[in-house]
């Protein structure tokens, strides 16, 4: 009895921790619009040992890249991205400000639309870790299964997987929608050129068989 009560503690604790684990990951995503010649910058207040995670992906513009760099608190550059489509990059962090800019500046005509995600983990959080105590009154907890945990970590990368396999889908859908509009550009010139030029012919063509000469009477 005692053996099956202190599985029971460990079972209770193990879970616990596991839910703590995951609920310290924040996850979020933005997508935004880059005018051309310009340069946005995005800041993210982290704590020491933590981590950082941000993937970007340019949606949508020509050429599909944009140079990108990360920056600690004390200005270090940490990562520096020349003229990318997309791009994953992981921080161990430091309390402080943490800084990453995308860049547009070499497009002078070109605006730029891109979508990036950040992961947060490890963030420390106000809740105590013994707060589990409170909630656990014999066995009532054994109906927490931790089965039922892994599927909600499970869930929420599905989520992500689904969010990154959307940018991916809007970017090559507008890289359809790119094409698409070149081809015809490019097919309608080409009709107006033969149109023109066949209308050249014709009056060259008619203008070789014109009797020029004046009949007199």
Aim: proline residues 1%; charged residues 25%; glycine residues 4%.
């Amino acid at each position: 009895m005692a053996t099956a009560t202190v599985l029971v503690v460990f079972a209770l604790v193990l879970e616990f921790n596991v839910l703590a684990a995951f609920s310290q990951s924040v996850d979020s995503d933005f997508t935004f619009t880059l005018p051309s010649g310009r340069r946005e910058c995005f800041y993210q207040t982290m704590k020491k040992h933590a981590s950082l995670e941000i993937e970007y992906q340019v949606l949508d513009g020509a050429g599909l890249d944009v140079d990108f760099h990360i920056a600690s608190p004390t200005g270090e550059i940490l990562y520096n991205d020349y003229r990318k489509s997309d791009g994953v990059h992981t921080v161990e962090t430091e309390d402080g400000d943490y800084m990453f800019c995308f860049d547009n500046t070499f497009s002078a005509v070109s605006e730029k639309i891109i979508f990036f995600e950040l992961i947060l983990d490890n963030m420390e959080t106000d809740e105590d870790p013994e707060d589990w105590k409170e909630y656990v009154h014999g066995t009532d907890m054994l109906d927490m299964k931790l089965e039922d945990i892994m599927v909600r970590a499970r869930l929420s990368k599905s989520v992500h997987l689904q969010t990154v396999l959307k940018a991916f889908e809007a970017r090559d859908r507008n890289l359809q929608e790119s094409n698409f509009d070149r081809v015809n550009f490019w097919s309608v010139t080409n009709l107006i050129v033969m149109v023109i030029v066949s209308a050249v012919q014709v009056f060259l063509v008619r203008s070789l068989f014109e009797d020029k000469r004046k009949i007199r009477t």
